[in-house]
């Protein structure tokens, strides 16, 4: 099945720093989200973006569905941007409503 | 404020009890989900409701029983759980059962199994 890597699995911030997150897949996909997970297990839909670019505020995300990554943007990071941050994907050949995860980024933004 | 609201927030449980776990979206949305997942790990799919009927059942086993009273309410019953069973329950909803269909998920039940 396919693979979801996710890159770097640590990051540490000062807070008005900037940072991308990377999301490599093994395979062609139809559906890509981010989501961010707060500390106390609150999970947010971040992007629905399985190909292209969007933007919401200091967060931004870029999908190559060509070359297989996804990459999210954060500007000017502020302490509640903690948290771990995941991707999932799924694909033509597997189930639209079984999505693969990556093991996520986890986030901690220092004031 | 989350679209998907979870009761109870916290559920602390015997292994001979019985307890449900409820789910309740007002989006409109046709397919909900019930994720477990352990700590420092991604969500893990149970089942899936689709249009009201049960269409995934990621093998789990018969002591989590889903229910999907209407197309607002997601229930899971709990019976005769183990300790490993201890996780964050998320519920999950979105519009449609296709590719183009973002996830909203709730803010979880924690479940302690003693």
């Known amino acids: 099945g396919i693979q979801v890597e996710q890159s770097p699995p640590d990051l540490i911030l000062q807070e008005g720093a900037n940072s991308t997150l990377r999301c490599n897949f093994s395979d062609s996909v139809n559906n890509l989200q981010w989501f961010h997970q707060n500390p106390w297990g609150q999970l947010i839909n971040l992007f629905y973006i399985p190909s292209g670019t969007k933007q919401n505020g200091r967060l931004s995300a870029t999908t190559v569905a060509t070359e297989r990554y996804s990459l999210l943007y954060i500007s000017s990071s502020q302490t509640t941007d903690s948290g771990v941050y995941f991707c999932?994907?799924?694909?033509?050949?597997?189930?639209?409503?079984?999505?693969?995860w990556g093991l996520g980024t986890s986030l901690a933004v220092n004031p | 404020d989350t679209e998907v609201t979870q009761t109870p927030k916290h559920l602390v449980m015997g292994m001979t009890n019985k307890k449900s776990l409820k789910c309740e979206q007002h989006m409109g949305h046709r397919a909900m989900y019930w994720y477990k997942q352990k700590a420092k790990k991604p969500p893990e799919l149970m089942f899936v409701?689709?249009?009201?009927?049960?269409?995934i059942n990621e093998s789990v086993p018969s002591r989590f029983s889903p229910e999907c009273p209407n197309s607002s309410l997601l229930n899971l019953h709990l019976h005769a759980l183990q300790p490993e069973d201890s996780a964050l329950y998320l519920c999950?909803?979105?519009?449609?059962?296709?590719?183009?269909?973002?996830?909203?998920f709730g803010n979880g039940t924690r479940l302690t199994v003693t």
């Open positions: 409701y689709s249009y009201e009927k049960l269409s």
């Open positions: 999932a994907v799924s694909t033509r050949a597997g189930n639209n409503r079984k999505l693969i």
């Open positions: 999950a909803s979105s519009q449609g059962t296709g590719p183009n269909s973002p996830l909203h």
